[in-house]
């Protein structure tokens, strides 16, 4: 990361009265970037397999990925494939938001085989493949160039070379092609080592929420903190919980509703008027809102508990209130899992107009197991310490995502 930092404070910005620059450059560049055509830069590649690259080293063109199963060809079909070295690039043909045209995908992988079916481009120019890999990207810059060499095929766009070879670009020297491929190769890195460290937590957190619940109608989770051997307690949900019909007769602000899927607030609070937010439950720390939508995960719809702070909710919602001692980052997560909550809800629920609709009077006599306050804090500070490290690294990885795109726009001309 520091790497990436140095390169930042040594960027200068240029003034944008010359087209021919970037915005932003590294210290010590200030040569205009030379305009050439693709004929000067690359041929076409037929290269074609015989040397023996095996099938696992096929490679997506999407991607530029190694694909093991070699999309399913024989290994003696492999032979019409053809050769992928570093550097070259596939035409993915297939338009999208994204991508008009469709777009090249510059291999940085290794050498490889591609489909017969894909155009293929090798550089004769000395060329930087991380720097093409981001330059091709960028659809700012081959909008216009695919415009005026493609053509629309049976299943994707086509790749016209007599008419791509024409078209010009703007490309700096060699060095400063090496400075700029490395630096977005070093935060490609970073981006890379943040969503690793999310999915490993998110996996983590995956399992512990599976192991620290009891489950298959045992009374002991699989696995528990240290000192605690108790059995968790059965209890009935009224119990624990009654109906939370509280309005709000203390004026609260409709910048304080809160979204009954997310539990933050919502500024606009819904679009409600301020005087009609008078109608509205108000819901303090612990209370559970009843998100009644049901999808994939969610077969009867879901409680969403607020550990956010005292807010409202839209009176069509329904909400419960403990009346017992419950930490809510426990119950936030408890409520959370659908293999302990779908039999309860299925006996608890009827399908609205909408959505689906607690049936309180049902939903009480459910029973559910609760260990004791003390494991319920170890329990609820385990997954919230869990929570905020996924978060800093899903903030991290947008951060530098955002950081990228900036220097996408304004290192290129």
Request: hydrophobic share 35%.
């Amino acid at each position: 990361m520091e790497t990436f930092k140095n390169e930042q404070v040594n960027s200068t910005k240029i003034h944008q009265k010359q087209s021919n620059v970037p915005q932003i450059r590294f210290k010590g560049f200030n040569d205009a970037w030379e305009q050439r055509r693709f004929g000067e830069l690359y041929k076409i590649n037929n290269e074609r397999n015989l040397i023996g690259i095996t099938v696992d080293k096929t490679l997506s063109v999407a991607t530029m990925k190694y694909k093991k199963d070699g999309n399913g060809s024989a290994e003696t079909s492999v032979k019409s494939y053809k050769v992928l070295r570093i550097g070259d690039a596939g035409f993915e043909g297939h338009s999208n938001k994204q991508f008009a045209h469709g777009r090249f995908v510059v291999n940085t992988r290794g050498i490889g085989l591609m489909s017969p079916r894909f155009s293929s481009i090798r550089p004769v120019s000395m060329l930087n493949p991380l720097f093409t890999k981001k330059l091709f990207y960028l659809e700012s810059i081959f909008r216009p160039i695919l415009n005026q060499s493609t053509k629309l095929g049976t299943m994707m766009n086509e790749l016209v070379p007599e008419d791509f070879f024409k078209q010009v670009i703007l490309i700096p020297g060699i060095e400063e092609q090496n400075k700029i491929g490395n630096l977005f190769l070093d935060i490609d890195k970073f981006i890379t080592l943040h969503q690793r460290k999310c999915d490993q937590l998110k996996n983590i957190k995956k399992s512990l929420l599976e192991k620290l619940f009891p489950k298959n109608g045992t009374l002991y989770p699989e696995l528990r903190f240290k000192g605690f051997t108790d059995a968790w307690e059965q209890r009935r949900f009224g119990e624990l919980y009654k109906i939370n019909n509280e309005r709000n007769l203390i004026g609260i602000t409709v910048d304080k509703t809160l979204s009954v899927a997310t539990m933050k607030y919502k500024k606009d609070g819904n679009g409600s008027a301020e005087t009609s937010v008078k109608s509205y439950k108000v819901l303090r720390i612990g209370d559970a809102g009843f998100e009644g939508h049901s999808n994939k995960q969610f077969a009867h719809g879901r409680f969403v508990v607020n550990t956010r702070g005292i807010g409202l909710m839209s009176p069509r919602f329904s909400s419960i209130r403990p009346v017992s001692m419950l930490n809510p980052l426990f119950t936030k997560k408890l409520f959370y899992l659908e293999s302990i909550f779908r039999p309860i809800l299925n006996q608890s629920t009827k399908l609205g107009t909408m959505m689906n609709e607690l049936v309180p009077e049902d939903f009480f006599k459910q029973v559910i197991l609760i260990p004791g306050i003390e494991e319920q804090n170890k329990i609820g500070n385990l997954f919230l310490d869990i929570d905020k490290f996924i978060t800093l690294h899903q903030r991290k990885v947008e951060k530098l995502k955002k950081v990228k795109a900036s220097l996408l726009e304004k290192m290129f001309v």
